[in-house]
T-cell receptor
Framework: DAGVIQSPRHEVTEMGQEVTLRCKPI?????LFWYRQTMMRGLELLIY????????DSGMPEDRFSAKMPNASFSTLKIQPSEPRDSAVYFC????????????FGPGTRLTVL | GESVGLHLPTLSVQEGDNSIINCAYS??????FIWYKQESGKGPQFIID?????DKRQGQRVTVLLNKTVKHLSLQIAATQPGDSAVYFC??????????FGAGTTVTVRA
C-alpha cells in the first residue's frame, strides 16, 4: 500500500487567495483526520470523518476553513481567504475501524501564506 | 538520558545508551496511548501503543510504561542509534477516535 497521499507537498500563496489541500487515505480505512502543526501550537486536530461523514469539526479555527470528503478515497481541506497565520504543515491521517486506534499519517503539506 | 514531561522539550543522548522520554497526560478517562516519532520533513510515524488495562508493553528496542495513578507515560529506547534522532510525541485517546498530542520531545543522538 502506498500509505496516505497528500498533495501538494508544498504550497506558497499570497494572502487572500484560496488554498485547497488534498488527501487520499489508505484504502479500507474508515476514519480520516486533518491536523495542523505549528511550532507554537504543536499538532492540532482540525476535523475528522467517519465513513465520509464529518464527526467532529470543533478544531476548525474559523469559517475560512472547510473540509469535505466526497468519497472514501478523497478529502479536501480548503482555506478561503488564506491569511499569513495559516502558515503551517497540514497533515492528513487515516485509521481503520478495526484495530488498535493507530492513525497513519501522510507526509504533510507545508503551506506558506505571504 | 531522561526528559520530564512537557517542560524539557529536548533530550541529548550518547549513541548506544538507553533513552527515556516522559510524558504527563491530562485526562484520567483516557484509555489508549500511543507514541509517535517524527523525523524532519515527514509525518508522524507509529512506534508503539498501550491500552489503559496494561502497564507495560515492549516492542523492538522500545518499551512503553504506563502509570495511571500519576497519569504518566514513558518511552524507553534501548541502545539508542543515530536514526533515533527525531521528535517524539505521546498522544492519548479518551473513548472516541480523537488523539490529543503532547508538545513533543526532540531527541538528539551524539556519536
Amino acid at each position: 500500500d502506498a500509505g496516505v497521499i497528500q498533495s501538494p507537498r508544498h504550497e506558497v500563496t499570497e494572502m487572500g487567495q484560496e488554498v485547497t489541500l488534498r488527501c487520499k487515505p489508505i484504502s479500507g480505512h474508515d476514519y480520516l483526520f486533518w491536523y495542523r502543526q505549528t511550532m507554537m501550537r504543536g499538532l492540532e486536530l482540525l476535523i475528522y470523518f467517519n465513513n465520509n461523514v464529518p464527526i467532529d469539526d470543533s478544531g476548525m479555527p474559523e469559517d475560512r476553513f472547510s473540509a469535505k470528503m466526497p468519497n472514501a478515497s478523497f478529502s479536501t481541506l480548503k482555506i478561503q481567504p488564506s491569511e499569513p497565520r495559516d502558515s503551517a504543515v497540514y497533515f492528513c491521517a487515516s485509521s481503520p475501524t478495526v484495530g488498535g486506534g493507530e492513525q497513519f499519517f501522510g507526509p504533510g503539506t507545508r503551506l506558506t501564506v505571504l | 538520558g531522561e526528559s520530564v514531561g512537557l517542560h524539557l522539550p529536548t533530550l541529548s543522548v550518547q549513541e548506544g545508551d538507553n533513552s527515556i522520554i516522559n510524558c504527563a497526560y491530562s485526562n484520567s478517562a483516557s484509555d489508549y496511548f500511543i507514541w509517535y516519532k517524527q523525523e524532519s520533513g515527514k509525518g508522524p510515524q507509529f512506534i508503539i501503543d498501550i491500552r489503559s488495562n496494561m502497564d507495560k508493553r515492549q516492542g523492538q528496542r522500545v518499551t512503553v510504561l504506563l502509570n495511571k495513578t500519576v497519569k504518566h507515560l514513558s518511552l524507553q529506547i534501548a541502545a539508542t542509534q543515530p536514526g533515533d534522532s527525531a521528535v517524539y510525541f505521546c498522544a492519548e485517546r479518551a473513548g472516541d477516535y480523537k488523539l490529543s498530542f503532547g508538545a513533543g520531545t526532540t531527541v538528539t543522538v551524539r556519536a
